[in-house]
Structure formats: structure tokens, C-alpha cells
């Protein structure tokens, strides 16, 4: 019988939640002694991971929430609000309620990760100690790779609007003042980036405003990739009947550089666009503090994790989650993917806090809607399953699917996914 | 009383880490009704706009995946998702929701 140090004691007295089924309300504390999980990024998958961790823990759990942001605001719906008939406000949550939880959250920004000393170093140059390190940093956009777009002034002009935020609102008020005869040009990055179907909802729903408001204005979709990513069939639709004659879709337009001083993107084979309002999505990868962790392992740009339990193939102790992992076939770097990899995540900490291996057979899901008008709705939906053999989710076969065509039914069931997955991750 | 407790999560925690040597996750149920969620609130209590799964009959809910699975219910996102679970875990999630306060 081997003895138990003071620290792994505490470590299972922490999982009791986990471990000790009925007898666990009787064993909640007032002050949290349990292991210690620190977490960056309180967005789809950081959010939703730290209170998992809380409620599974039945509240024993020590979690920090190390969030640079004052409030959640969701990329998902973000277009809606630069198609205008959303405001970022209906899309914008507290944090509050997860600090009463008895979560801490920091609004700060993690600068350093030691994993030989477990600690996270934040803005104070404090050291937050961690048994356990939860990375869910969104996407840093390398605004590098694209010529001309290194400085602060040509990336005021010449907006993503990819983290949902001032950028959204400031693409919105581009779109407003722009003439009625303008042009709208989006340049997409090769996938993988961040919610596939993302650009091609943004087309629609400036063609949306456009249609509306400035009727003679043009949307131009030049694509980095050979064909849509995502939704091509129902996008296609929406763009030959709806906005006929509004939206052109280009393949085959990769970006090279842009003039922020004549709104002007050039291309590697392509001709120049000139545009009234450019929007360039740069290509991505995992948020700057992977980088720094060291749990960027793919192409230098995503992470690699065990997909059991989200943990770095590299690192150890370190769980990264969301638009960062490095994906498996077919999964989309999406807001509902992240939360499902935070619920893995969270069970897989637990049982790892309580000495057991991961679950062995996760299986998570994909809903994705995307917006034609500002009601009618189309959807992308998976099942995704771990494949023992090959250490990686892969799609069930027969399962999942598209919308047959936009409805203002599925428009509903978006704004109640939206509601019910900000309350999952957020209440 | 302090010692008393050590002994019992002590023996708790040997007792889950006995079955995690088979197959299945202990909190399995728990764990694949999570996925659910998203869409229809946290345990399965909804905030709006979706049905609570929380405290419905079993078989209840046993059916109505079924009927997703087979097509006998038209939907839109249901069937498709449905086709994604196999019987035992649609039983499985559909006991654990039906344990939940609603």
C-alpha cells in the first residue's frame, strides 16, 4: 500500500465530484482545495471547459479563466450584425455568471507558459500555478502573409472582422458609408481557417443589405480556394436566385498582397481588385500563446492533441481546444466544435485528477447554421466518433447532412441554438 | 470524521478505477448526453426555442430518437444526427435525461 502524498490526496478529494456519486453534496467546501486548472480563453471552447470542469466537480475544482476580453461576443450571428438587422449587443454576453460560480475569472492576457514548473505567467508577471492547463486561444491571424498588410493603418482600412468585436462594427459602418455602385470584395484564405462557411454567409448577408439599400452595389467572393468550402450547393442557390446579378463568386483567387492607399488586392495569378470596402481574411493559426507553450505541432500552425482528451501530443498537462487543434478529417473549426472538445476535455481532467484513463468512446457533434437572409437559414450538421485504430474522430457513416433549402424554421432553431449554446457554455 | 470520509472516497475512487479497467467510461451517459447540450440547453434543461430533455420519460425519448433514426419523423437537423448514435447510446442518453430535474 503505497502512501498518499498531501498533494494527490487533495487531487482525489478534488474528482469526489467525479468518484463519489450521491455522497458528493455532502463533501462541497467553501474554499476550493481541489487541483488547480487554469484556463485561456473564455470564448466557444474555453467558456464552456471551465464550467464543465465546476459543475462536474460539483464546485471543487480551482479554475482561472484568463480572458483578455471584458464580455463574450460570438462569432456565430457576427455577420448578422454587419448585414445590420443584428446589433453586437444581441450578440454579447456576460461573464458574470461564471464568476459566480466560483470561477476566477481574470480578465487579462496569458504571456508565458512554464510546463516544467506548471505556471502560467499573466500581465502582473504573476505566476499562476496549474495541475492542469486548458489552451483555447482562438485564431492569431498572420497578417504576415499577405504583402502590405503588416501596418496598423492599412489593417484599419482594410478590416477581417474574424474575431467577432470592434472589427465587426467597424466593417459595418464601411458598408454604410460606402456609395450605392460600390464594390464589396471578400478574399477567403486556403482552408483550413476558421468556420468554413463563414465568408460565404458574410457574402450573403452584405448582398442581403445591399438589395435593400444600395441595389446597383456589387459583393465579390474571391476565394483562395478552387471551389466553396462548405454549403457549396445551397450558397450557390442563394447567390444565383436571391442575389442574382449582386454576388460573383471567383475560385482560384489567392492573395498575395494589397494597397491599403487604393483599396486595391493582388493575386498570384489572378487579376487586381480594386474595392469601395476590401475585407481580407488572412490565413490563421492557433492563438499566439501555443505558440509560446510550445504545442504548435502541425505545418506551424495548429496543435496536435490525443483526441481522448485534448492533450498536446508534445506537451504534457497542456489541453488545447477549438479553432487551435490541428482537425480531424472532416471536423470544422467551429464555435459548437469547441464547446463539444471542451466537454471531452473536462471528463478527461477529471478522471485524469482521479487516477482513471479517459473515456474511451467520445462521441461529439457539428451543428453549424448559416444565414442567407436575415431569417432564412441553412444548416450543416455531423456525428463524429473516435476511431481506436486510428486515434483520431471520424465521421459515422449515413449520418449528418444539409438543408434541402434556406427556411425562416431553421432561422428559429439558429437563434435558439445560439441562446441555448451561450447558456451551456456562459450560465 | 475527517478519516472517515478519506476511507470512503478513497474506496470510491478504487472502485471507479477497478471499472475503468473494463471498456466503458463510468460517466458515459453523462459524457455523450453533454454533446446534446448545445442546442438543447445544459442536462437537457432548455433556455428557449429547443424541447427540455430533462426529466422526459425514457421511453419517451427512446422512441423519438427511433423515429429520428428511421426517418418516420420528418425534421431537420434530428434525423440526421440521430443516424449518428447507435441504439445503445440513444438508451443510455435517454435514461440519463429522463434522471434529470427538468
Not at chain 1, 243 to 259: A, Q, W
Not at chain 1, 353 to 364: H, Y
Request: positive net charge; contains cysteine.
Amino acid at each position: 500500500m503505497t502512501t498518499i502524498a498531501r498533494r494527490d490526496f487533495l487531487k482525489v478529494l478534488g474528482a469526489a465530484g467525479l468518484a463519489a456519486g450521491p455522497l458528493a453534496g455532502c463533501a462541497v467546501s467553501p474554499t476550493r482545495t481541489g487541483p488547480k486548472v487554469v484556463i485561456v480563453g473564455a470564448g466557444y471552447g474555453g467558456a464552456t471547459c471551465a464550467k464543465y470542469l465546476d459543475m462536474w466537480s460539483n464546485g471543487k475544482l480551482d479554475i482561472t479563466l484568463i480572458e483578455a476580453d471584458p464580455a463574450f461576443v460570438s462569432c456565430p450571428l457576427s455577420n448578422l450584425v454587419i448585414g445590420g438587422s443584428k446589433q453586437l449587443s444581441d450578440i454579447t454576453v456576460s461573464y458574470d455568471a461564471l464568476t459566480k460560480r466560483g470561477i476566477k475569472v481574470r480578465f487579462d492576457i496569458a504571456q508565458a507558459v512554464d510546463p516544467i514548473r506548471q505556471t502560467v505567467r499573466i500581465s502582473n508577471q504573476q505566476d499562476l500555478p496549474y495541475d492542469r492547463l486548458v489552451l483555447s486561444p482562438g485564431i492569431e491571424i498572420l497578417f504576415d502573409q499577405v504583402q502590405g498588410l503588416g501596418s496598423p493603418e492599412a489593417q484599419a482600412k482594410i478590416l477581417h472582422a474574424w474575431k467577432a468585436g470592434p472589427q465587426t462594427v467597424a466593417l459595418r459602418r464601411q458598408l454604410e458609408a460606402m456609395p450605392d455602385g460600390g464594390v464589396f470584395a471578400i478574399s477567403i484564405p486556403k482552408a483550413p481557417y476558421r468556420c468554413p462557411p463563414g465568408p460565404y454567409e458574410r457574402a450573403c448577408q452584405v448582398a442581403w443589405y445591399f438589395k435593400r439599400a444600395k441595389p446597383r452595389s456589387k459583393v465579390l467572393v474571391l476565394d483562395g480556394n478552387e471551389d466553396v468550402v462548405s454549403k457549396k450547393g445551397l450558397f450557390m442557390k442563394a447567390w444565383n436566385e436571391d442575389y442574382k446579378g449582386i454576388v460573383e463568386y471567383r475560385p482560384n483567387y489567392v492573395l498575395t498582397s494589397v494597397d491599403a492607399a487604393t483599396m486595391t488586392a493582388k493575386f498570384d495569378i489572378a487579376d487586381n481588385v480594386k474595392a469601395d470596402v476590401l475585407n481580407v481574411i488572412p490565413p490563421q493559426r492557433a492563438g499566439a500563446i501555443a505558440a509560446q507553450a510550445g504545442v504548435i505541432t502541425a505545418n506551424n500552425r495548429w496543435c496536435e492533441v490525443d483526441f481522448l482528451s485534448f492533450e498536446s501530443i508534445k506537451v504534457p498537462k497542456i489541453h488545447v481546444l477549438g479553432d487551435s487543434i490541428q482537425i480531424a478529417p472532416l471536423m470544422p473549426k467551429s464555435g459548437h466544435m469547441a464547446n463539444q472538445h471542451a466537454k471531452v476535455a473536462a471528463a478527461a481532467i477529471l478522471n485524469a485528477f482521479a487516477g482513471m484513463p479517459p473515456n474511451p468512446t467520445p462521441v461529439i457533434n457539428n451543428t453549424c447554421y448559416s444565414f442567407i437572409t436575415d431569417r432564412d437559414v441553412v444548416h450543416v450538421d455531423s456525428v463524429h466518433v473516435y476511431d481506436q485504430e486510428k486515434k483520431t474522430f471520424q465521421t459515422v457513416q449515413g449520418s449528418g447532412g444539409l438543408s434541402p433549402g434556406p427556411t425562416a424554421l431553421e432561422g428559429e432553431y439558429a437563434f435558439a441554438w445560439a441562446k441555448n449554446i451561450w447558456g451551456d457554455m456562459l450560465s | 470524521m475527517r478519516s472517515h470520509r478519506r476511507a470512503v472516497v478513497l474506496s470510491l475512487v478504487l472502485v471507479a478505477a477497478t471499472s475503468a479497467a473494463q471498456t466503458s467510461d463510468p460517466n458515459l451517459a453523462r459524457n455523450i448526453a453533454a454533446g446534446c447540450a448545445n442546442c438543447h440547453g445544459t442536462n437537457g434543461v432548455s433556455v428557449g426555442g429547443m424541447p427540455t430533455l430533462a426529466g422526459q420519460p425514457k421511453a419517451d425519448l427512446v422512441k423519438k430518437m427511433q423515429d429520428f433514426k428511421a426517418g418516420r419523423t420528418p425534421a431537420t437537423i434530428m434525423p440526421q444526427l440521430a443516424k449518428g448514435y447507435s441504439d445503445e447510446q440513444i438508451d443510455l442518453v435517454a435514461g440519463w435525461f429522463a434522471a434529470q430535474k427538468p
